[in-house]
């Protein structure tokens, strides 16, 4: 077994965490992995290494002007 730690939080949020279990026996624990887990895989999916680049190149852009205002955009295409 792994070394084990305590941490301290309110009662408020030990209530919080207990609502969370999937049943009354699963312990802090799991359930905390759980949830952990659930974060991580659902992050992961969020932004991909290329969404993470075509992010930075339109940061790069509008930093070096190059971009169009809806003003512009509109005048440009008659809506």
């Known amino acids: ?4 730690t305590t941490i301290q939080i309110s009662q ?3 209530e ?3 609502s969370l279990k999937n049943h009354p026996n699963e312990s802090f624990e799991d359930m905390i ?3 952990l887990a659930a ?3 659902e992050d992961a ?3 991909t290494d290329k969404d993470m680049r075509d992010i930075e190149k339109s940061i790069q852009d509008i930093k070096s002007g190059k ?3 809806n003003k512009q955009l509109k005048k440009k295409y008659g809506i």
């Open 1 to 4: 077994m792994e070394s084990a």
């Open 39 to 41: 974060f991580v895989e």
């Open 45 to 47: 999916d969020l932004l």
């Open 12 to 14: 408020k949020s030990k």
């Open 16 to 18: 919080k965490l207990a």
């Open 67 to 69: 971009f169009m205002t």
């Open 33 to 35: 992995n759980r949830l």
